[in-house]
C-alpha cells in the first residue's frame, strides 16, 4: 500500500518537475546580460560613426543572445523529458504442500521476506502457503545501431 503511494508521488512529481539548473540559469543570465550590453556597446559606436567595429559588436551581441534563449529552450526541453522509472517488485507465493505444488504471483507488500509463512491457506489444497522469492522486473533496453 506504502509502495503504491510512493510510485504515485513519485511519478507525479516527475511529470511536473520541469525545473531547470540553478548554474545553468545563472550562465545563461550572464550571457544574455553580456550580449545586451555587447547591442548598446554596438548602438553607441554606430553613432561615433565606426560602422565596422559596430557590426561586428553587433554579431556578436546577437549571436550571443540567440545562443543563451536557445539553450534556455533545450534544457527546458530535457528537463520534461525526464522521468523516473521505478521497476515493478512482485512476490512469488508456492504451497507448502509437496503434491500440490500450487504456485501464484503479486504485487510485493510491505513486510514480505522469503520463507515468510502466509496466513492465507492454498485455493487447491488448503494447505499454507510461503513466500519463496521476491524479485523486481528488469526491462531489457533496445539496442541501437549506428548506420
Known amino acids: 500500500m506504502r509502495l503504491k503511494t510512493l510510485v504515485q ?19 545563461v543570465l550572464i550571457v544574455t546580460a553580456l550580449s545586451i550590453v555587447a547591442l548598446f556597446i554596438a548602438f553607441e559606436t554606430y553613432l561615433l560613426g565606426d560602422t565596422l567595429a ?11 543572445l540567440a545562443l543563451s534563449f536557445f ?3 533545450q534544457s527546458k526541453k530535457q528537463a520534461a523529458q525526464v522521468k523516473l522509472d521505478i521497476p515493478k517488485v512482485t512476490t512469488t507465493i508456492e504451497c507448502t504442500n509437496k503434491e500440490c505444488s500450487s504456485k501464484s504471483t503479486r504485487e510485493f507488500q510491505r513486510g514480505d521476506y ?16 510461503m513466500i519463496t522469492a521476491i524479485y523486481k522486473e528488469v526491462k531489457v533496453k533496445e539496442k541501437t545501431y549506428a548506420v
Request: include cysteine.
Open 9 to 27: 508521488n513519485q511519478t507525479q512529481t516527475s511529470t511536473g518537475n520541469n525545473k531547470i539548473s540553478t548554474y545553468l540559469m545563472l550562465i
Open 114 to 129: 522469503v520463507f515468510k509463512d502466509l496466513d492465507v491457506p492454498c485455493g487447491k489444497c488448503g494447505a499454507k502457503q
Open 71 to 73: 539553450m534556455l529552450y
Open 54 to 64: 559596430a557590426l561586428i559588436l553587433a554579431g556578436i551581441g546577437s549571436i550571443a
